[in-house]
């Protein structure tokens, strides 16, 4: 099965395409230049995979998927939260938003064990403008300072999930792909494709 995924983040089509497998064939907005992508204007990361799959669909015919996902750290009351891409900025990169978000965190004197946080994945399934279902997952952790690892990308060297003594940047992808919330919201995507299949 084809499914159009309505991102130019390389890193989420590469983890999309591991966690779906062979038997679907994953193509995002790098193949199509002229596709503008929405503002990311939801107050919630449903929203913003809503909008975002919404209109791509309109504009493409394939089955298209949009993932929003981000960070939420309970000691700074959920931020970076859905504006975890551009948290220190419009056109931030990893390093700047790690660097802020682990300033904010000492400026604030949040202890170690204060420091529980969470990655959310919400992905939309949508076709010919019409949205066919919503699939969410989460994984529970702490951030930890300084950064640690070098696999990943975004916030992944800050954040060790639950019952691990390492972060998502220095376990092996599969390891990642096993546990995390994309992971999770994808499992579930698989099961109403395949409904949709059959
Ligand atoms: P958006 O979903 O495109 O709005 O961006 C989500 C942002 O959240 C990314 O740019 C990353 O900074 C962060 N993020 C989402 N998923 C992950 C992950 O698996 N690891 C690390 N950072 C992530």
Same mark, same amino acid.
């Given at each position: 099965m084809d499914? !159009?995924?309505?991102?130019?983040?390389?890193?989420?089509? %590469?983890?999309?395409? /591991?966690?779906? #497998?062979?038997?679907?064939?994953?193509?995002?907005?790098?193949?199509?230049p002229?596709?503008?992508?929405?503002?990311e204007a939801g107050r919630t990361s449903e929203e913003n995979a809503i909008l975002k799959a919404i209109a791509a669909s309109k504009q493409l015919p394939s089955l298209v998927i949009a993932?929003?996902?981000?960070?939420?750290?309970?000691? !700074?009351?959920?931020?970076?939260?859905?504006?975890?891409? %551009?948290?220190?900025? /419009?056109?931030? #990169?990893d390093v700047s938003n790690v660097d802020k978000l682990l300033r904010e965190l000492r400026k604030q004197n949040i202890a170690t064990e204060k420091r529980s946080a969470r990655f959310r994945c919400v992905i939309a399934l949508a076709q010919n403008g019409k949205l066919l279902g919503v699939f969410e997952g989460f994984v529970e952790g702490k951030i930890v300072d300084p950064p640690r690892?070098?696999?990943?990308?975004?916030?992944?060297?800050?954040?060790?999930?639950?019952?691990?003594?390492?972060?998502?940047?220095?376990i092996t992808p599969e390891s990642k792909n096993k546990i995390s919330h994309r992971g999770q919201a994808i499992a579930a995507l698989r099961?109403?494709?395949r409904e949709i299949e059959n």
């Open positions: 499914l !159009l995924l309505a991102t130019r983040n390389p890193n989420k089509t %590469r983890e999309f395409r /591991e966690l779906l #497998g062979q038997a679907f064939g994953v193509i995002d907005l790098s193949s199509f002229e596709i503008a992508t929405p503002e993932d929003d996902s981000g960070l939420e750290v309970d000691a !700074l009351g959920g931020a970076p939260g859905v504006f975890s891409a %551009r948290y220190a900025g /419009e056109n931030a #990169g690892g070098s696999a990943g990308f975004g916030y992944d060297p800050i954040f060790e999930p639950k019952g691990f003594d390492q972060t998502f940047a220095e099961k109403a494709l």
